[in-house]
């Protein structure tokens, strides 16, 4: 396998490429990266929907049932039109779901910390329990920003993630020259 690795070395290079790219926008252009995933996701939706439907109607046509898969496809549409229609409320109606489930979570943490003995880490699980609902409670507060760090977070990781995969293809390409001296 690690052959077969060695030969497409510049595969590494091109994801490392697109990956530090990915980062470099989402970190310098946060709100642009944000709506246009959001449109990437309005974009799928809508696809998704349309192949719902079609499935939908080939079930009919063999007699099957069909009308939960074709109501699907109906609500993955209207949810991709209002998506490409009200990008910025996607975003926030986004930010507050993972507001809702950092506080629920915290506080099911909380009701789970009341059964846990002080000798096995009580502490632990309520300190879990605070930053869960303290960061809803922020994302709430402030919604916008919490989706500039969460684009920021997913360009760190792009740039991270594509750094990595350079120096990896680097090394493979070391072994090309290795292998086949010039």
């Known amino acids: 396998m690690i052959s077969v690795l060695v030969r497409n070395w510049w595969a590494f290079v091109a ?14 252009l946060p709100g642009v990266t944000m709506l246009s995933l959001v449109l990437v ?4 939706v809508i696809a998704d929907g349309i192949v719902a439907i079609v ?9 099957g049932r069909w009308g939960l898969l074709a ?13 490409a229609a009200w990008p910025g409320l996607t975003v926030v109606i986004f930010v507050a779901l993972i507001a809702a489930w950092a506080i ?9 910390a009341v059964r846990v003995d002080n000798d096995h880490g009580r502490i632990w699980i309520v300190l879990a329990a ?24 997913i360009g760190a990781y792009a740039l991270i993630f594509g750094i ?15 292998v086949m001296p010039a």
């Open 15 to 28: 994801r490392a490429v697109f990956a530090i790219l990915f980062g470099l926008i989402a970190l310098c």
């Open 41 to 44: 996701f309005a974009a799928y």
């Open 55 to 63: 499935a939908a109607v080939r079930t009919g046509q063999e007699g």
């Open 71 to 83: 109501f699907e496809g109906i609500v993955n549409i209207l949810a991709g039109l209002a998506a």
């Open 104 to 112: 629920v979570t915290g506080l099911l943490l909380l009701a789970a």
């Open 130 to 153: 605070v930053a869960s609902i303290a960061y809803g409670i922020l994302l709430v507060i402030a919604p916008m920003i919490g989706a500039l760090v969460l684009t920021w977070w």
């Open 164 to 178: 990595a995969m350079l120096v990896f293809a680097l090394k493979l390409r070391a072994k090309v020259k290795a």
